[in-house]
Structures are given as structure tokens and as C-alpha cells.
């Protein structure tokens, strides 16, 4: 199967960015009717789509699972957990190593936020709480019509 992986630990798999968002929608599909067929309330659940090798060798299905948490979120209405602090993704697409991917990672956490996410899971608490309050105020002042 090369779609999402749901056993086992990550492995580099090429992967169709189509088929991974089919194989996430088929797999949160199954499980919320199974966690919710054995008693487990909906308003308990939250949905982790993963990112990075999770999901495929190449940056395309975690763009396009990214991309798509809107209507994901939608789609299942439950909390969404997003984690794209520091994944592989982020390094291919700008060639960063670790040490230096900080800015590539708060732009996607800032587009998560801006998705919707609910969660966000980081390795640089203050400076996403820092963005996140810049991008409120800039928000409201907008809002304001300043």
C-alpha cells in the first residue's frame, strides 16, 4: 500500500498526495465509528493526521495534508492536532538543517493556526506563543479598520 502508513514505525515510501488525503479520510472514517461504536464519546476525540516520513519520502502528501486540515477538521468535527515542528518536509523544501529550520516550522504552525487546529505541537513554545500574538493583534487591528 502506498498510502498512509498505519502500522509500524515510519518508513521512506513514495507516495501519491491524493491517495494519502483518501487513505487519512478512510482511516479517521473507521476508527471515530469504531472508538465511538465502543463507548468512547465524540466530544473525547481529537484527530493527529501526521506529517513527515509518516505520510511519504517527499514534502507533497504533508503539504496537501496541511493544506487540506480545514476541511479535514470539517469533515470529521473534532479537534485537529497538528505537529509540523521540525519534520522532514519543512528541511526538503528549504534545505535547512535542524538548527536552522525554526522559521520554515513557524510558518507552517501559523498556517495550522490559521486552519484551525486546535493543538499544535511544538519545539519552540515562545516563539509560537509570540507569533500567535502578533498575528492576533494584526487580526483585530484589521478588524478595527486601522
Not at 494519502?20 to 465509528?33: A, K, M, Q, S
Amino acid at each position: 500500500m502506498h498510502s498512509v502508513q498505519r502500522h509500524g514505525p515510519a518508513t521512506k515510501v513514495h507516495t501519491d498526495p491524493t491517495a494519502v488525503c483518501r487513505g487519512i479520510e478512510e482511516f479517521f472514517t473507521d476508527r471515530l465509528e469504531a472508538l465511538e461504536a465502543a463507548g468512547i464519546a465524540h466530544d473525547r476525540l481529537i484527530l493527529d493526521p501526521g506529517l513527515g516520513y509518516f505520510l511519504g519520502s517527499g514534502p507533497e502528501p504533508s503539504l496537501r495534508t496541511l493544506a487540506d486540515l480545514e476541511r479535514l477538521k470539517a469533515r470529521f468535527d473534532v479537534p485537529v492536532l497538528i505537529s509540523p515542528s521540525r519534520k522532514s518536509f519543512l528541511r526538503t523544501l528549504t534545505g535547512s538543517d535542524v538548527a536552522a529550520i525554526g522559521p520554515a516550522t513557524l510558518a507552517a504552525e501559523l498556517y495550522a493556526a490559521r486552519s484551525g487546529a486546535d493543538f499544535i505541537r511544538t519545539h519552540d513554545v515562545g516563539a509560537l506563543r509570540d507569533a500567535l500574538t502578533v498575528f492576533a493583534a494584526l487580526e483585530a487591528a484589521k478588524e478595527r479598520g486601522w
